[in-house]
């Protein structure tokens, strides 16, 4: 006999019952669609993939027990099923359905005896999932100041200061994107070069150094937007204009390790120039686009775009957008129709909810980059007047509050893209 000895209250047959403490937990993540189970044991189910229907064992003594574990936090998008085998499950013979579908939850149950079978003991989920600390700073990166397709870098350190021009490095291009990859590093990927749309992309590690070109991976296109998903470093490029000048709704997911993958395949209105950021814990959302709508696409867990969302503010394409605060986002600046270069700013709730307009600060421009920086404020940078590319910026308090233009440090320019890094300040 192994485990915990304590009161022999459930065992009918005289054996001396193991608490939690002592059950054997398997070594392998359980990621198949069945899985038979033992009594004793405990069992990790990742259901990042597909669900997965769990059989518990054909006969049972009281007192038996089993653990099964939400390993990927996942079970909310892919239930867990239980197939209680021809025995009861909470007094409910086999022919009912037995669903776990809220992520996070660790489900302990024990036989009790034939009447009322298996019974959960406890059904605990843990709602505050594990989350990076928040990157410090930021990087500005590429763009097109007047005609001249730049591959120029501004780094901005954790108190939104910009530094000025740095050499740039990989094919000058604007219309890209950029986002946080592994906690602490960002990328640049995809892009209008003048005359070919591009698929290529640019590692920046944690000291803000971007790498030369990666063969890209994935349909060349302008126009991406980006977001954070998941809670171990994944990201995406979706959206964007291909080189046929057609829309799309691909998306190609980014690895924590910074490898981008093929094509996946696209939800949602196909679009480009729209903005797209994380809110609440490893969830994202992208919003706004061609052709100067509103709508918005919420990110699963797992990397999975929705459809549609009825849409929410002016309508608008190019508009910048960044992190604030904590799980919170913020869509701001864009074209609204009649090319009206507006300033207004849109929230995003915890809950991915989208606020209404608020009122507007600074210049209205659009073809923005934005970026979270500090921990828990954001900034806004450049973009394109009805006359001019303008190189200002605007900080974002961790309230979401946007303040008024700061002058120029970096070179004036449209379509360049932003990213946080580094957890240092």
């Known amino acids: 006999m192994s485990g915990t000895v304590v009161s022999n209250v459930f065992r009918t047959s005289g054996v001396i019952a193991a608490t939690a403490a002592g059950i054997n937990f398997e070594s392998t993540i359980t990621t198949g669609t069945t899985l038979s189970v033992e009594a004793g044991n405990g069992y990790f189910i990742n259901t990042t993939s597909n669900i997965c229907t769990v059989t518990l064992p054909g006969s049972a003594e009281a007192g038996d027990q089993i653990v099964l574990v939400d390993f990927a936090r996942t079970w909310g998008t892919n239930s867990m099923f239980i197939n209680s085998n021809g025995l009861n499950f909470q007094g409910q013979d086999n022919s009912y359905t037995v669903e776990y579908n809220t992520s996070g939850a660790t489900v302990n149950i024990i036989y009790s005896g034939a009447s009322k079978g298996w019974t959960p003991i406890s059904d605990d989920v843990v709602t505050d999932a594990p989350s990076p600390p928040p990157t410090q700073k930021a990087i500005i990166g590429y763009g097109r100041a007047g005609s001249t397709f730049v591959n120029t870098k501004n780094l901005v350190n954790s108190s939104g200061v910009v530094a000025a021009d740095a050499t740039g490095v990989g094919t000058a291009r604007r219309s890209l994107g950029a986002v946080a990859y592994g906690g602490d590093k960002a990328i640049f990927g995809y892009g209008l070069d003048g005359?070919?749309?591009?698929?290529?992309?640019?590692?920046?590690?944690?000291?803000?150094?971007?790498?030369?070109?990666?063969?890209?991976?994935?349909?060349?296109?302008?126009?991406?937007?980006?977001?954070?998903?998941?809670?171990?470093?994944?990201?995406?490029?979706?959206?964007?204009?291909?080189?046929?000048?057609?829309?799309?709704?691909?998306?190609?997911?980014?690895?924590?390790?910074?490898?981008?993958?093929?094509?996946?395949?696209?939800?949602?209105?196909?679009?480009?120039?729209?903005?797209?950021?994380?809110?609440?814990?490893?969830?994202?959302?992208?919003?706004?686009?061609?052709?100067?709508?509103?709508?918005?696409?919420?990110?699963?867990?797992?990397?999975?775009?929705?459809?549609?969302?009825?849409?929410?503010?002016?309508?608008?394409?190019?508009?910048?957008?960044?992190?604030?605060?904590?799980?919170?986002?913020?869509?701001?600046?864009?074209?609204?129709?009649?090319?009206?270069?507006?300033?207004?700013?849109?929230?995003?709730?915890?809950?991915?909810?989208?606020?209404?307009?608020?009122?507007?600060?600074?210049?209205?421009?659009?073809?923005?980059?934005?970026?979270?920086?500090?921990?828990?404020?954001?900034?806004?940078?450049?973009?394109?007047?009805?006359?001019?590319?303008?190189?200002?910026?605007?900080?974002?308090?961790?309230?979401?509050?946007?303040?008024?233009?700061?002058?120029?440090?970096?070179?004036?320019?449209?379509s360049s893209a932003a990213a946080g890094y580094s957890y240092s300040a």
Not at 318 to 323: D, E, H, L, N, Y
Not at 352 to 379: F, L, P
Request: hydrophobic fraction near 35%; avoid cysteine; charge should be neutral.
């Open 195 to 414: 005359s070919n749309r591009l698929s290529m992309t640019n590692l920046v590690n944690n000291s803000g150094v971007v790498g030369s070109d990666v063969s890209g991976v994935g349909t060349a296109r302008s126009g991406v937007a980006t977001s954070t998903y998941g809670i171990t470093g994944q990201a995406m490029f979706a959206y964007g204009e291909n080189a046929s000048s057609a829309v799309v709704n691909t998306r190609n997911l980014v690895n924590s390790s910074g490898v981008v993958a093929s094509n996946a395949s696209g939800a949602g209105s196909a679009r480009q120039a729209l903005g797209g950021n994380a809110y609440g814990v490893g969830l994202g959302i992208f919003a706004y686009g061609t052709s100067v709508t509103n709508i918005s696409n919420k990110v699963s867990f797992t990397g999975v775009v929705a459809s549609d969302t009825s849409g929410v503010g002016t309508g608008r394409q190019g508009p910048g957008s960044a992190g604030y605060g904590t799980g919170l986002a913020l869509f701001a600046y864009g074209e609204a129709a009649g090319s009206n270069f507006t300033n207004v700013s849109n929230k995003v709730s915890f809950t991915g909810v989208v606020a209404s307009d608020t009122t507007g600060v600074g210049t209205g421009r659009y073809q923005v980059a934005g970026s979270n920086y500090g921990g828990d404020k954001a900034i806004f940078f450049g973009g394109e007047t009805a006359s001019a590319n303008v190189g200002m910026t605007n900080l974002v308090s961790n309230t979401g509050v946007v303040g008024s233009d700061v002058s120029a440090v970096a070179t004036a320019r449209e």
